[in-house]
């Protein structure tokens, strides 16, 4: 019976080292569209920007943030190097949950290499929900 579910789902099931190579892509992305926001805004805050604890506060949240996006990669990319390459998972459900149409291309067509997120978008342009 289980092996007749496995040969049932074969289209769907993929590799999990793959799946969380492709997670630690996407939270690299994170860290770098983040990473990206700091300069603007100290360029909008003016130099008296730095003289404001809120202000301050905000840039080390910045900061904190894309260092947290980028040691949650490290820590998946290094413990998926210890995952056997047949273990495989159905990330139908999964995939479903995601709401951004470029993550869950990204997530679930393979893509791997480069940002999954388009850097040269128009200002303005956004996905709203």
């Known amino acids: 019976m289980q092996n007749e579910n496995l040969a049932g789902n074969q289209g769907t099931l993929e590799e999990l080292p793959e799946i969380l190579m492709r997670i630690v892509s996407e939270l690299h992305d994170v860290a770098y569209l983040i990473e990206r926001v700091e300069p603007h805004l100290l ?12 202000s301050l506060k905000v840039l080390q949240g910045i900061d904190l943030a894309v260092q947290k996006a980028r040691g949650l990669a490290e820590f998946v990319d290094t413990i998926t190097g210890t995952i056997p390459s047949d273990w495989m998972i159905d990330m139908t459900t999964a995939l479903s949950l995601v709401k951004l149409a470029d993550m869950q291309k990204a997530l679930g067509a393979g893509l791997r290499h480069g940002h999954s997120q388009p850097l040269v978008k128009a200002a ?3 996905d709203f929900f």
Do not use: S, W
């Open 43 to 54: 360029e909008l805050g003016g130099p008296k920007v730095l003289e404001h604890p809120d």
């Open 124 to 126: 303005g342009d956004f």
